[in-house]
């Protein structure tokens, strides 16, 4: 997913605000998702949904305004309960910016843990080392 800076990400130094990040990995699991046949929407609508586990950023360089960032996304980790995903992110340079892991558990309208639907692991499987 590419993702271009505004001046409205960054902070009073020019950079994107450490924070505005966890937005970008939301927009690319989205895509990557979508990507796959998926929606959140979708999936909302079925009585399915992911919540996050455990979040983790790895800051190397900042991106700054201006910059289109690359957000690549992948499936590092998948259970029956969850999902973690895995994003390397850099600038139009090539450039690595940052790192960064999310840990998803699969959750039912009532927010309890459930297994994660058939349609999902069936889109999941088709990824390398699944």
């Known amino acids: 997913m590419k993702r271009r800076i505004y001046y409205y990400d960054t902070d009073t ?3 994107v605000y ?3 990040y966890l937005k970008y990995l939301e927009e690319a699991r989205s895509e990557f998702l979508e990507e796959r046949g998926l929606t959140v929407k979708g999936l909302l609508e079925r009585g399915t949904g992911f919540a996050v586990r455990r ?3 790895e800051y190397k360089f900042p991106a700054l305004y201006g910059d ?3 957000i690549k996304t992948s499936i590092k980790e998948y259970t ?3 999902i973690v995903f895995a994003y390397a992110i850099h600038n139009q ?3 690595l910016i940052g790192r960064a892991e999310t840990d998803l558990v699969c959750v039912g309208r009532d927010l309890k843990l459930v297994e994660i639907p058939a349609e999902v692991k ?5 990824e390398k080392g699944l």
């Open 93 to 95: 340079d090539g450039k």
């Open 80 to 82: 029956p309960y969850r």
């Open 68 to 70: 289109t960032l690359e």
């Open 13 to 15: 130094s020019g950079a």
């Open 55 to 57: 979040q983790e950023m």
């Open 18 to 20: 450490h924070a505005n």
């Open 122 to 126: 069936a889109a999941l499987e088709k």
